[in-house]
Nanobody, 121 residues
Framework: QVQLVESGGGSVQPGGSLRLSCEAPGDTYSNAYMGWFRQAPGKEREGVAAIDWDGNGSYADSVKGRFTISQDKGKNTLYLQMNSLKPVDTAMYYC???????????????WGQGTQVTVSS
């Protein structure tokens, strides 16, 4: 069973920044595709960003230019740098992993427990 652990969420004012982290087991991370998703109350889970083995990222239109996905394979950690945050970015953020490249589709096999991001003045 793959265990993913997110961290870095919190409360921030509009225009602020946060960096989310997702730690993954070392024996799976090197062969896995990963992504970030979010879910706000009453809404469906949506893809935010995904990354391939070469470090190429794919982003939802709503976050392009503001969010950046990256990975540190040495630390088995996935990151999501979020800048210029808006109240509409408020949601529970999840990282996900699979051997299949789902990009922004919520079809990944393994999911973390999530970390809350709240953007409010």
């Amino acid at each position: 069973q793959v265990q993913l652990v997110e961290s870095g969420g919190g409360s921030v004012q509009p225009g602020g920044s946060l960096r989310l982290s997702c730690e993954a087991p070392g024996d799976t991370y090197s062969n896995a595709y990963m992504g970030w998703f979010r879910q706000a109350p009453g809404k469906e889970r949506e893809g935010v960003a995904a990354i391939d083995w070469d470090g190429n990222g794919s982003y939802a239109d709503s976050v392009k230019g503001r969010f950046t996905i990256s990975q540190d394979k040495g630390k088995n950690t996935l990151y999501l740098q979020m800048n210029s945050l808006k109240p509409v970015d408020t949601a529970m953020y999840y990282c996900a992993e699979d051997r299949v490249q789902w990009w922004l589709l919520p079809e990944y096999k393994y999911w973390g427990q999530g970390t809350q991001v709240t953007v409010s003045s």
